[in-house]
């Protein structure tokens, strides 16, 4: 057995060259000697990389497997209710929701989360088929959706007017929440024939603006902003 001179490693008698550091093996009593075949393979190969098409064939095939034989059950066996379209409109979203990152990535964000709205909408009124009414779709369900397509709508438009880092992005967010829990409660008292006026969101609202304001501060102030990104490691 021999090793190598210069990382002094155990060396096999086929080896031509160290395996860790690439020094040749002379074994001065075996010059001119044929070594053996070396006990390790020479092509150096690769696990082939999944591509996108053939994932993106694999989760269709999926979802839409799941789809067929849920409603064939649904029909054939369980016939008590639409039971299966829960299952069809989950599959349906999960396939919208995947699609820009699996099948088409050069989809615009504004048209993915336009598409996604739509589709969480679609499920919504398939719900409306095991229930009584669907009046809670047309005057809720709709409506929330339709709100938060919209306040998430301005995150590209945003992005094409200003790079959106973390504090801008926060900022927004907290400009947007407010938002959104004011229309919620007039939405809600406007079902239920309640006067126009907010209770629990003013709550939300007080608190998101103070945070608002203290945001606003530190993006206007250069040092500010610099000491809360060096801080916090943004």
């Known amino acids: ?34 070594h053996p075949a070396s006990p390790y393979p020479t092509d150096k190969g690769q696990v082939e990389v999944v591509k996108r098409k053939d994932l993106g064939i694999l989760i269709s095939v999926v979802l839409s497997a799941t789809s067929v034989t849920c409603l064939l059950l649904n029909l054939l066996v369980f016939d008590a209710s639409l039971w299966s379209l ?38 919504l009124f398939l719900i409306t088929f095991l229930t009584d009414s669907d009046i809670w779709f ?60 907010i209770t629990w969101s003013a709550v939300v609202l007080t608190v998101c603006v103070i945070i608002d304001i203290a945001l606003i501060t530190i993006l206007a102030k250069k040092r500010l902003r610099n000491e809360v990104r060096r801080r916090l490691h943004f």
Not at 22 to 31: A, C, D, G, R, S
Not at 91 to 107: G, H, N, Q, R, W
Not at 149 to 168: G, Q, R
Request: charged share 10%; hydrophobic share 50%.
């Open 1 to 34: 057995m021999s090793y190598c001179v210069n990382c002094g490693v155990e060396l096999e008698a086929s080896l031509k060259e160290c395996p860790l550091c690439h020094t040749p093996v002379i074994n001065p009593k075996e010059l001119g000697k044929e």
């Open 138 to 197: 047309w005057q809720v369900g709709l409506p929330i959706v339709v709100i938060l397509s919209i306040l998430a709508e301005f995150y590209p438009l945003l992005a094409k007017l200003h790079p959106l880092t973390i504090l801008p992005c926060s900022l927004c967010i907290f400009i947007e929440i407010p938002v959104f829990c004011v229309a919620l409660e007039l939405l809600i008292r406007h079902v239920l024939l309640l006067p126009y006026r």
């Open 86 to 123: 829960l299952v069809i409109g989950s599959c349906m979203c999960l396939f919208v929701f995947s699609f820009p990152a699996i099948f088409y990535s050069k989809t615009p964000i504004y048209l993915s989360l336009l598409a996604d709205g739509a589709a969480v909408a679609v499920y």
